[in-house]
């Protein structure tokens, strides 16, 4: 940690921000990525000095870990917050044009601060400012990662040091009450979450009827790719059949017995489920989770709010912020992910025999090879359907999918994805609309990581694979994929509803959570690979794509 000290006085604004600057050098940050954060550093520091009392100093510390890298200010005087540095940045009405200028700096900070600038004052009248500067892609896999191996090792210390009835205990009082308020919240934000999710994106398109035959080809060759990838989920599962009826007994047996003993009388109908897309009511889809009918009200929403756009955006506003508002909670939830897998490795190795664990790893290879399949098929669309050099588009595509395994978000990678797409001469009218939208309905990765998993809980429990179960699991996949969020580890909130779909419990996730950010880098490399081939065949079929640039 590196601390600077001085007088709370713009005198000193050049010298802090040569320290910040220093702190960059440090670090090996390239003149490129410090030109925002030395932007919100100079405005920090201003609103500081403007706030300080008299005679007060200021400290800036920085600090970091994993790659990571904060700023932290400390100074006594009057509290402020983000959106005074904000409203001091913006034009007075006095100005011609301020709304629309005042529109484009909005713009600029919501890019500049974001989610990277905190502020608090304390009782004693200090300010705190924390500045995000540097996120690791890699710091969060390298925590969990870490609370597995701990988890790991906690379990089998409390086996094999304890007594059996003290690990139970423990168990029972300690790691299990974790586990059971991270399931929670993670029912609980779901529903939310995609409702908002999907009436966002659908409220964006302010002329409807501009989407016509494009956006028509977009959605169909998303939903076939989706429907190809359960397919290869399903064989890529034959190829390797993982799942050891052994690894029940680290859930709960008698759960899954009962469960098991339920889905027997699990039928689906399409009539039934066509029917059922329309709810009697609003309240009762979010009470059940029920994804389709949740979506069905979305698109509903996100018209409706597109149609009124012209004459008020209020509505649109309304929905988008409530959109960043579950996605910022969603992010919170995710962020303790790695207490939760340590918990809930913890808990499963207390029961678990030593030589049951490979079992839960084969796993992660067993959904990288259905990953690398469909990567493969990508090619052959591209080939066969788009007449476009599957080698020129992986040459050209390569950074925006290496981003998407590091982030493992598909919304984190889609200013990459886009950057990319534009390269290979794609027209902004075509990924403009088809990648954020693909990074909300298409997520091909997620339906091979939901099937093949799915299909492993059914062995470990002894649940036969008939006809009607492999129609629901086929359905539900289908739903579950439009509405999976576009966040690391938002394809867990999607597994924890699928699981009970087939009649067993939801519990049963607590086998591979902690294994999940591992498999989540692959399927999301996946996920955005699949938004980019669409997106190609359709701006091939379509004429708007630069051969030339392509090709190049």
């Not at 954060?37 to 510390?61: H, K, T, Y």
């Amino acid at each position: 940690m590196k601390r600077y000290e001085c007088d709370a006085n713009r005198k000193e604004i050049p010298k802090a921000l040569d320290f910040i600057d220093g702190c960059f050098e440090e670090r090996r940050i390239n003149r490129k990525k410090r030109v925002r954060p030395m932007l919100v550093a100079e405005e920090v520091l201003e609103a500081i000095c403007a706030n300080a009392d008299e005679g007060s100093r200021l400290s800036i510390e920085a600090e970091g870990v994993f790659g990571n890298l904060k700023l932290q200010y400390r100074c006594a005087g009057k509290p402020f917050e983000v959106s005074d540095i904000e409203q001091k940045l913006l034009f007075t009405k006095e100005f011609s044009k301020s709304e629309e200028a005042n529109a484009v700096i909005k713009n600029l900070m919501e890019k500049l601060f974001g989610d990277k600038l905190h502020i608090s004052s304390t009782k004693g009248g200090v300010n705190k400012i924390t500045q995000s500067v540097v996120k690791s892609a890699y710091s969060a896999l390298i925590i969990t990662l870490i609370a597995l191996a701990l988890g790991i090792l906690t379990g089998l210390l409390i086996q094999y040091l304890l007594p059996e009835q003290t690990g139970k205990i423990i168990s029972d009082n300690v790691f299990s009450p974790v586990y059971t308020v991270f399931m929670n919240a993670l029912k609980m934000i779901v529903a939310p979450l995609v409702f908002f999710s999907i009436a966002s994106s659908i409220a964006d398109f302010s002329d409807l009827k501009a989407l016509g035959r494009m956006a028509g080809k977009i959605v169909i060759l998303y939903a076939i790719t989706s429907f190809i990838a359960i397919g290869v989920g399903f064989m890529t599962y034959n190829i390797f059949p993982i799942g050891n009826p052994e690894l029940k007994a680290a859930v709960n047996a008698e759960e899954a017995a009962s469960t098991i003993e339920k889905s027997e009388n699990v039928t689906i109908s399409i009539k039934d489920t066509l029917v059922n897309i329309v709810p009697s009511d609003v309240v009762t889809p979010f009470m059940q989770s029920n994804m389709l009918q949740i979506i069905f009200m979305a698109v509903l929403l996100g018209i409706a709010a597109a149609s009124l756009s012209k004459k008020s955006t209020m509505l649109k506003d309304i929905i988008q912020t409530m959109n960043k508002a579950f996605s910022l909670i969603t992010g919170w939830i995710v962020a303790c992910i790695p207490l939760f897998v340590f918990c809930s490795m913890a808990k499963m190795m207390i029961s678990m025999k030593l030589n049951h664990l490979a079992d839960v790893f084969s796993w992660v290879p067993a959904v990288y090879l259905g990953d690398v399949i469909m990567i493969g098929v990508y090619c052959l669309i591209l080939l066969f359907v788009g007449r476009l050099n599957p080698l020129r588009f992986l040459k050209g595509y390569h950074p925006a999918m290496i981003s998407a395994f590091t982030l493992s978000s598909s919304n984190a990678a889609l200013p990459s994805s886009i950057r990319q797409c534009d390269k290979l001469g794609i027209s902004e009218k075509i990924y403009s609309f088809s990648l954020p939208l693909g990074a909300t309905i298409n997520m091909d990765g997620n339906c091979i990581t939901l099937i093949i998993t799915a299909l492993f809980f059914a062995k470990i429990y002894g649940l036969p694979i008939t006809g009607n179960l492999m129609l629901s699991l086929v359905i539900s996949i289908m739903v579950l994929s439009i509405g999976s969020p576009g966040i690391p580890g938002g394809n867990l909130i999607c597994l924890t509803l699928i699981v009970p779909q087939i009649g067993l419990p939801a519990e049963a996730v607590s086998l591979v959570m902690g294994l999940y950010p591992l498999v989540g880098m692959m399927q999301t490399l996946t996920n955005v690979a699949g938004d980019a081939v669409a997106t190609s065949v359709v701006a091939r079929s379509e004429g708007l794509i630069d051969l030339a640039k392509y090709n190049k």
